[in-house]
């Protein structure tokens, strides 16, 4: 599994530099982080005019009535009781808050209840720019994975809890992009199954047509999520909550280019199943034998 970065359009970058710029400033950045204090989704209650200005430990009304005109509409609203932040503004303290710099965190620990699937020995993981990384520190025939996992959540995770944290993270995420459903922002998402990549890497690429987020996954990890393939693994004898690596090899292969079909065969203890995907990963069959 592995996740990059891929660039936005162009109609994005002004959208997203004009909801940059808004923040250009320390009074707006106040009146927000003022604004989230109490913040209760829905149901948040309203700042008033001069409970937000006393809040940013302002005097001068003009000044603070330009800023927070600025942001209203975008990260404020302004309802019958005052002022509160809009969703757009709670995303973005998120997502700085999932990402803070200022706390750095260097991580490289031998997991030692997990084995390499192909020599054995016990993987590393590592934290770098942001993507955890599990790979094997003796051989290069098991290529590992890397996924994206916010800072924030290193505060409560020794090595071990940590990649159960990131499995189950990967299992949602790319659970429902393979749905259609953008895990960050929520926009339509594509499959790309292109057959050389599925032949040659047993991989597909999920992407969103709007964010930075992409992910090449094999097909079977993006198919977990659903009732039917977890109950057909059980069936099986294998468990369709453990770790990617741990399940025998599953064996995609494309049965059909126009219109583009996929065939994904695993075999466990008591069977095997076969998965039979649209071009959209929808299921036309599912067999065990
Ligand atoms: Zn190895
Ligand atoms: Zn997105």
């Given at each position: 599994m592995d996740f990059g970065e891929s660039s936005t359009g162009a109609a994005d970058d002004v959208d997203a530099r004009e909801a940059f710029d808004l923040l250009g400033h320390d009074i707006r950045l106040e009146i927000l982080l003022a604004l989230l204090e109490d913040w209760l989704a829905a149901h948040t209650k309203p700042k008033s005019y001069a409970e937000l200005m006393d809040a940013v430990g302002m005097e001068d009304s003009g000044k603070f009535n330009y800023h927070l005109d600025k942001l209203r509409g975008v990260y404020v609203r302004q309802v019958e009781d005052g002022y509160v932040p809009t969703a757009s503004a709670t995303a973005l303290y998120r997502a700085v808050l999932a990402h803070r710099p200022t706390d750095s965190v260097a991580v490289d620990q031998t997991l030692s209840t997990a084995t390499c699937p192909a020599c054995g020995a016990e993987p590393?993981?590592?934290?770098?720019?942001?993507?955890?990384?599990?790979?094997?520190?003796?051989?290069?025939?098991?290529?590992?994975?890397?996924?994206?996992?916010?800072?924030?959540?290193?505060?409560?995770?020794?090595?071990?809890?940590?990649?159960?944290?990131?499995?189950?993270?990967?299992?949602?995420?790319?659970?429902?992009?393979?749905?259609?459903?953008?895990?960050?922002?929520?926009?339509?998402?594509?499959?790309?199954?292109?057959?050389?990549?599925?032949?040659?890497?047993?991989?597909?690429?999920?992407?969103?047509?709007?964010?930075?987020?992409?992910?090449?996954?094999?097909?079977?990890?993006?198919?977990?999520?659903?009732?039917?393939?977890?109950?057909?693994?059980?069936?099986?004898?294998?468990?369709?909550?453990?770790?990617?690596?741990?399940?025998?090899?599953?064996?995609?292969?494309?049965?059909?280019?126009?219109?583009?079909?996929?065939?994904?065969?695993?075999?466990?203890?008591?069977?095997?199943?076969?998965?039979?995907?649209?071009?959209?990963?929808?299921?036309?069959?599912?067999?065990?034998?």
């Open positions: 590393q993981l590592r934290y770098d720019r942001g993507f955890v990384t599990v790979d094997c520190p003796d051989c290069s025939e098991w290529e590992g994975f890397t996924y994206p996992f916010p800072q924030n959540g290193f505060e409560r995770h020794n090595s071990e809890q940590l990649l159960a944290a990131v499995s189950e993270r990967v299992r949602h995420e790319v659970g429902l992009a393979r749905t259609g459903q953008c895990p960050a922002c929520a926009g339509p998402t594509t499959v790309d199954l292109r057959p050389e990549q599925v032949e040659d890497d047993g991989w597909i690429e999920l992407a969103c047509d709007s964010c930075t987020f992409v992910v090449g996954v094999d097909p079977l990890t993006a198919l977990l999520t659903d009732d039917r393939v977890g109950a057909a693994l059980r069936e099986i004898g294998l468990d369709p909550l453990g770790h990617d690596w741990e399940r025998p090899d599953s064996q995609p292969s494309v049965s059909s280019r126009d219109p583009p079909r996929l065939s994904v065969t695993v075999t466990g203890p008591s069977g095997t199943v076969t998965l039979t995907l649209t071009g959209d990963l929808e299921f036309e069959a599912i067999d065990t034998e």
